[in-house]
């Protein structure tokens, strides 16, 4: 069985820290590069950060030096997402998937994404 699971959104100030986790189920994602991606209300859907099966990092402009993308594949891949300096514009809900996540539809045959967890940095 696929499945994504985010955790660890929440409320926090702006400047505060969150980390965020995704567990995922299916040898699919042990196999290909996973991200995070975000959708703030009205927006699309963003890559904020990207790490591939051997652990090379790549980061959208607005979390580089903020934010820290980390993989631990033992078992069932887990990504994480730690957030530090957090500004009011990082509020979205934040996913994760394949890199690109078009390779989850294309194994699965249909759009797959878990239900997210919502980041909101507000005072």
């Known amino acids: 069985q696929v499945q994504l699971v985010e955790s660890g959104g929440g409320l926090v100030q702006p400047g505060g820290s969150l980390r965020l986790s995704c567990v995922t189920s299916?040898?699919?994602?042990?196999?290909?590069?996973m991200a995070w991606y975000r959708q703030a209300p009205g927006k699309q859907r963003e890559l904020v950060a990207a790490?591939?099966?051997?652990?090379?990092?790549?980061y959208a402009d607005f979390v580089k030096g903020r934010f820290t993308i980390s993989r631990d594949n033992a078992q069932n891949t887990t990504v994480y997402l730690q957030m530090n300096r957090l500004k009011p514009e990082d509020t979205a809900v934040y996913y994760c998937?394949?890199?690109?996540?078009?390779?989850?539809?294309?194994?699965?045959?249909?759009?797959?994404w878990g239900q997210g967890t919502q980041v909101t940095v507000s005072s």
């Open positions: 299916g040898n699919m994602f042990s196999i290909n590069d």
């Open positions: 790490v591939s099966t051997g652990g090379k990092t790549h």
């Open positions: 998937n394949t890199d690109p996540s078009r390779i989850t539809s294309l194994l699965l045959g249909y759009d797959y």
